[in-house]
């Protein structure tokens, strides 16, 4: 069971799905239309509080005018954790979600107990990533996971509400996004993320290969793991495994 709370911060509302019992854990999820309760939600939830935020201009949500880079989103998300009171929770992030994660680790590490970052965005690539921007949805989702049904957002003969949905988060991505789908000072400001990180990668990703997600982990000075037959939303693919990897990790934190 789950709720869905608004609360009030300096940029706007934030719309918080929240549910379990156990140490407080803040849940940044992923792009295309990934935001909903899911049976990843539910598997956290067996042994932490979850909140789990909806990014602004994700899920229906509108995008507004202060939303320009990733930075944005960590200080929006700084405010949450004053706001609702939480004290040094677990951050769990998800593709562009460990992107914000990353980024909040960079700026307010003495707040947060950890990071597990899921197939992580923001480091500049050796060699150019698959571009989701220029491709057609069936083919976006068959980058982004082994699971998600292309077939359903077929712009011929799929599902126009879902389409349409994750068309939506693809445009708030692609505006953070706008000018490189990297920041060029996350390698100059890792250093500064002082909690314990863990990174971890579906071992069949075909966004991120395996080298930059290790790169990844190295630049934060993080542990790593592989998920075995996970794509890029290790989450979405395999939400026990990723589950299991994020009461691992805390429990390392615990002894």
């Known amino acids: 069971m789950h709720e869905i709370i608004d609360v009030e911060l300096p940029s706007q509302v934030a719309r918080v799905q929240h549910g379990g019992e156990g140490p407080p854990l803040l849940l940044l999820h992923s792009e295309a239309n990934t935001s909903s309760w899911s049976d990843f939600h539910d598997e956290l939830a067996a042994s932490f509080e979850v ?8 899920g229906g949500e509108e995008t507004p005018n202060w939303l ?4 944005d989103l960590s200080f929006h998300y700084k405010d ?4 609702l009171n939480l004290k040094n929770p677990l951050v769990v992030g998800t593709s562009l979600g460990a992107w914000i994660a990353a980024d909040l680790a ?3 590490s003495s707040c947060l107990k950890g990071l597990v970052l899921f197939g992580p965005l923001g480091l500049r690539p050796t060699e150019p990533l698959p571009d989701l921007f220029i491709m057609q949805l069936p083919e976006v989702f068959s980058h982004l996971s082994n699971s998600l049904d292309g077939s359903q957002v077929d712009p011929m003969t799929g599902d126009a509400e879902l389409a349409t949905a994750v068309w939506t988060d693809l445009a708030t991505q692609a505006r953070l996004m706008w000018r490189r789908n990297y920041d060029p000072r996350l390698s100059l ?3 500064h993320a002082k909690c314990p990180i863990m990174v971890a990668a ?3 990703d075909r966004l991120t290969p395996l080298t930059y997600t290790q790169q990844y982990a190295e ?6 793991s592989s998920v075995s037959g996970a794509g890029h939303l290790v989450s979405v693919d395999q939400p026990a495994a990723a589950a299991a990897l994020v009461n691992s990790f805390y429990s390392t934190l615990e002894n």
Do not use: K, M, N, Q
């Open 219 to 224: 630049l934060f000075d993080a542990s790593f």
């Open 51 to 58: 909140y789990a935020p909806i990014h602004p201009g994700f």
């Open 106 to 108: 960079i700026h307010f």
């Open 80 to 83: 949450l954790l004053e706001a």
């Open 202 to 204: 579906g071992d069949e």
């Open 68 to 71: 320009t880079d990733v930075s």
């Open 189 to 191: 400001r890792a250093h």
